[in-house]
């Protein structure tokens, strides 16, 4: 009797179900006040943009991050100070209207907003692919072990362990992150992005 422990894998490009839309504008001034005020403006603007999204039913959510600030500091060639002050404001939006992504980021863009688009599967979506990815990780598996049972001449084999191993999605595709730039004559052609999906496993069998 030999054990013999293999490892099995299976994997999956899976097109994304999902929009992450994160939308961003800053403002400048010498004026502290002033500065914030037009962050605080323009983050109005995207709030309200993406609450009418999720009205419509073309996103299931969005988050809002609070106006962040700064200043920088530096000399001009006089020797004089110069205080510069930035305000951020931020805003992501989780589109399933995959047909209407570049409308949205040309939308905002347009607006002056920096827009970036990133590709994601839903937890469910995720959930289904890698539970039907464990079978065909476990059928590798036995693959393995019996190509090794064949070679040591013990073709019964019994499963004595299985263990997860690495699971989980890559990264999106390279169409998968897109960035738009500012006030596009048209819409960009916008293809939908492919996440990696990949589980594997440890079995450990018999062979007799």
Known sequence: MTNITVMGAAEARV?????????????????????????????????????????????IEYVADPVSTYSNTWRDENGNTV????????????????????????????SGADVRVQWELSSALRDEWTRNLRSAAV????????????????????????????SGGGGPSPLGDARFARAAAALPEVTVGQISVSVQVEATFTAE
């Open 15 to 59: 097109p994304a179900d999902q929009a992450d839309v994160f939308a961003s504008v800053a403002s400048r001034d010498e004026s502290r006040e002033a500065a914030l005020q037009a962050a605080n403006a323009a983050h109005a603007e995207l709030v309200a943009r993406a609450k009418d999204l999720v009205a419509e039913g073309a996103a």
């Open 139 to 166: 059928q590798d598996a036995r693959t393995a072990a019996e190509d090794f049972s064949a070679a040591i001449g013990a073709p019964a084999l019994t499963l004595l362990s299985l263990r997860d191993g690495r």
């Open 83 to 110: 205080v510069e002050h930035q305000a951020h404001a931020s805003v992501q939006i989780v589109l399933t209207a995959l047909d209407r992504v570049g409308e949205v980021a040309a939308q905002l863009t347009e």
